[in-house]
Nanobody
Framework: QVQLVESGGGLVQAGDSLTLSCAVS????????MGWFRQAPGKEREFVAA????????EYADSVKGRFTISRDNAKNMMYLQMNSLNSEDTGVYYC???????????????????WGQGTQVTVSS
């Protein structure tokens, strides 16, 4: 199985940038997509970005496209989410997640992912 640990969250001002990290360990060879999700207070968890672990191909939610960048460093077993031009709607707990290859779900669907981190809080003041 895969173990995931997020870090890098904090309190920032609107317009600021922040980079989240996800340390990955375990059977990463069995993963296809890895992704970032977030959950704001009173809302359901939503898709943010995803990346094919081996190829580096990335996908984004419309709400963050052009502002966020997902990346990974295979040699270091790390995944990152660089967030620019943050606003109050970006506030929430951010989770990294990993699938296990074969799935009938799409990369943007929460049910595709099997392994999840504990989450890291991002708060953007406006």
């Amino acid at each position: 199985q895969v173990q995931l640990v997020e870090s890098g969250g904090g309190l920032v001002q609107a317009g600021d940038s922040l980079t989240l990290s996800c340390a990955v360990s375990g059977r990463t060879f069995n993963s296809y997509f890895m992704g970032w999700f977030r959950q704001a207070p009173g809302k359901e968890r939503e898709f943010v970005a995803a990346i094919r672990w081996s190829a580096g191909r990335s996908e984004y939610a419309d709400s963050v496209k052009g502002r966020f960048t997902i990346s990974r460093d295979n040699a270091k077993n790390m995944m990152y989410l660089q967030m620019n031009s943050l606003n109050s709607e970006d506030t929430g707990v951010y989770y990294c997640a990993a699938d296990r290859g074969v799935s009938t779900s799409y990369y943007y669907q929460e049910r595709r992912y099997i392994d999840w981190g504990q989450g890291t809080q991002v708060t953007v003041s406006s």
